[in-house]
């Protein structure tokens, strides 16, 4: 094949579709996994925030400044033994933080679990329980007598060490979560 520009452009677009091709392939083939893996960690969430239950919601859906977050109401027989609640904060330090707040049936803080982030590893992945104990310092605590802020700005809550930016971001979607709660029990 002699080499002119009409062979390389011929060559070069076999090539581009050939890739394209294979990227929309790879692509479906890992779209629904990926969907469920999503879904596993947000029940696992729900699970792990919620105080004991026999019954949960389907998850009422909620707009909430542009996200569809969704709120679960977790039953004991007929009593109402909490609530989980979907929130988020796009003030991390990596971008965007997911949650997932765990509530008693009075309001009061159960336990927060976080879904997704993008933090600093080492610095503010630190959200994460795995990595350390920041995140039980709200647990049993109630959002109407618990300063949801970092003591630098007023509050109660202590800050992770070097990530200043990644604690204000956690206590941005706890303060959410409470609001989404508060205004759709």
């Not at 990596?94 to 803080?109: A, N, R």
């Not at 927060?112 to 610095?123: D, F, K």
């Not at 700005?153 to 060490?161: C, E, N, P, R, Y």
Request: a negative charge.
């Amino acid at each position: 094949m002699k080499s002119s520009l009409r062979n390389m452009v011929m060559v070069l677009l076999l090539i581009s579709l050939i890739a394209s091709s294979a990227v929309g392939i790879v692509y479906q083939l890992t779209e629904e996994p990926i969907e469920q893996a999503k879904a596993n960690k947000v029940n696992q969430a729900i699970a792990e925030v919620l105080p004991p239950f026999t019954d949960l919601s389907e998850g009422k859906e909620v707009d909430c400044e542009g996200e569809i977050v969704k709120v679960y109401t977790a039953k004991s027989g007929s009593e109402i033994s909490g609530y989980a609640v979907e929130t988020f904060s796009k003030n991390g330090f990596g971008g965007m933080i997911k949650l997932m707040v765990g509530y008693m049936s009075d309001g009061t803080i159960n336990k927060i679990a976080v879904v997704s982030h993008n933090e600093t590893p080492g610095l503010g992945d630190k959200i994460e329980k795995s990595k350390s104990d920041f995140a039980l310092q709200f647990e049993g605590k109630h959002p109407d007598t618990f300063r949801l802020a970092v003591k630098k700005d007023g509050g109660d809550v202590d800050a992770i060490t070097a990530s200043t930016i990644s604690s204000r971001a956690f206590i941005d979607a706890v303060k959410r979560a409470n609001q989404i709660l508060t205004e759709n029990k």
